[in-house]
């Protein structure tokens, strides 16, 4: 059983750019997370996706957007990066059934904003 | 909404001996309530967690947790910790029930640092 796999490792952009990161849930899970970790912070809640819609979103401005694919691998775009956005950004995949359904979290983009 | 407060941001301790690590929350609902630890370089890993029944929560690598809801607290403790239980360990809450997305919110995290 293969967990939940994110790339790339690490991502040097400068501001105003525009990035993608990419995440593979695990198998047999249909729901995938989104969440911000700025250095020394707990992660912050971006949106959630199941069956390819957002379901949930947190405090984030529109430039944050996201995919869901039938395979249930997971996009995070954000444009015009700020300096702020440099941080580690976390994929979490789960299986949206019954009142309770751990997340297992892959190993993080690490993104750098110039 | 939900807000989870981690009391000590680093808590230094020897080698072998306990470790309580403290975590409070708030909310208006009843919560599913977790304890993670990220190591170096790494994701989340889940320890333990308490969504119903006893209040004493049992998780992975000798750690246990207590919920008590009359102080909305569920800290954290390993009787004698190791060397390599040194890592950033976080606190969550997500509201109890199916409604709506499975949201975690996380505390600012403990560093705990185990000396020789």
């Known amino acids: 059983e293969t967990g939940v796999t994110q790339s790339p490792t690490h991502l040097i952009k400068t501001r105003g750019q525009q990035v993608t990161l990419r995440c593979s849930s695990q198998?047999?899970?249909?729901?995938v997370s989104w969440y911000q970790q700025a250095l020394g912070q707990g992660p912050q809640f971006i949106f959630q996706?199941?069956?390819?819609?957002?379901?949930g979103r947190g405090n984030f401005p529109p430039r944050f957007s996201g995919l869901q694919f039938p395979n249930y691998s997971s996009e995070l775009n954000v444009n015009a990066l700020e300096l702020d956005d440099s941080a580690l950004y976390l994929c979490?995949?789960?299986?949206?059934?019954?009142?309770?359904?751990?997340?297992?979290f892959g190993p993080g983009t690490r993104l750098t904003v110039l | 909404a939900q807000s989870v407060t981690q009391l000590d941001s680093q808590v230094p301790v020897f080698e072998e001996a306990p470790v309580e690590l403290r975590c409070n929350y708030s909310?208006?609902?009843?919560?599913?309530l977790f304890w993670y630890v990220q190591y170096p370089n790494q994701g989340l890993q889940l320890l333990l967690k308490?969504?119903?029944?006893?209040?004493l929560v049992k998780g992975i690598n000798g750690f246990e947790a207590e919920f008590n809801k009359s102080q909305t607290s569920f800290h954290l403790r390993k009787p004698s910790v190791h060397i390599s239980d040194t890592a950033e360990y976080f606190c969550?809450?997500?509201?109890?029930?199916?409604?709506?997305?499975?949201?975690?919110?996380f505390g600012q995290g403990t560093r705990l640092t185990i000396n020789p």
């Open positions: 969550a809450v997500r509201p109890g029930g199916i409604q709506g997305a499975q949201k975690l919110v």
């Open positions: 979490a995949s789960s299986l949206a059934q019954g009142p309770y359904n751990e997340q297992f």
């Open positions: 996706y199941y069956r390819e819609e957002e379901n």
């Open positions: 198998s047999g899970h249909n729901t």
């Open positions: 909310s208006s609902v009843s919560v599913y």
């Open positions: 308490y969504l119903s029944g006893s209040t």
